[in-house]
């Protein structure tokens, strides 16, 4: 059944085109007895006057107009302002998208894409060397999970409680599109297609490095090594990694060149910053590191949003 805001705002797009008022019982009791409904008749309406405003701005300039929606869209998006994002976006598509050149079509559909699809970070972690690592940061664990480090085994032996500290301080921040498979995948998820979708639409790659993140064992597949290529191959342009190591993690002699180049490149001086959690840290270094490598990801942010707009001409 359509609902009171679907007949209203076909109405009110019938009502744009024609030039006439809005053919619309405001009047009846149903209408008048629905506050919510009355709430969105008045945003349609202001919204549709900050419309018509953008438009005569960029009258005659379909590339700023573009550029310039996308960056109000945005900021409708990152405020969480998801009702008056769908009505401006539906404007523009109703109205002015279809008569844009394709190639404008494009960039927009690409930044509508960085909104809805993109995810400020992928968690890259394993579970296999549990429950060693969490019983080696077992004092800064169990003071913020509450954790009894002889009473919870099972917990210990599949919950990586590092990893998810790490995605906790993160998203203290408010980083709230993110890839931690603890989170993101249930039972019955095709996984593999899920993990590689969530890495190609990470703007950051968040890489927690222990001994077994480089374990490379005959047919047994490396998925840290695995997500790390895909995103690679995924973002020719701008990468970012954040790498957290464990101490005295070594170089894995007998794997493949690949696995020890990676090693190299993430775990040395030669590479991309990394930095150590110390097995002594506390909470409250812990988290003093993550606060500041938060803005790294919100400049990631930026810089990919702000790289793109610039190529919409």
Known sequence: MESLADKYWKKFLAAIRTGSAVDFPMDSTLVQNDWNFLLYVDKVNKLC???EEIKTLYAGDPPGMVRFLLGHLRKYWNNRERESYKIMKAFFMELDYPDLPDNLKTRFDEGIGIFEQRIDYFCSYTSKGL??????YGQLLSTVFGINM????????????????????LNEHGFNNYFFDQDKIVNGDEIKEKVLDYCSRAIVLVILAQQ???????DEENWCFKEYEHYNNTHSGQRQYLVYKIPSITKPLGAREAIRHWFD?????????????????????????????AEVIDRAREDYYQNFVLGIV
Do not use: C
């Not at 429950?131 to 080696?136: A, K, L, Q, R, S």
């Not at 002889?150 to 301080?169: C, G, M, P, S, W």
């Not at 077994?212 to 005959?218: H, K, N, P, Q, V």
């Open 49 to 51: 006057i900050e419309y």
């Open 212 to 218: 077994e993140t480089f374990r490379d064992r005959g």
């Open 150 to 169: 002889q009473a919870d085994f099972f917990e210990l032996k599949h919950t990586n409680y590092l990893a998810k500290l790490i995605v906790r301080y």
């Open 131 to 136: 429950p060693e690592i969490n019983h080696t």
């Open 265 to 293: 490149y993430i775990s040395t001086s030669e590479g991309i910053r990394s930095e150590t959690i110390e097995f002594d840290w506390t909470n409250y270094r812990l988290k003093a590191l993550i606060d500041k490598d």
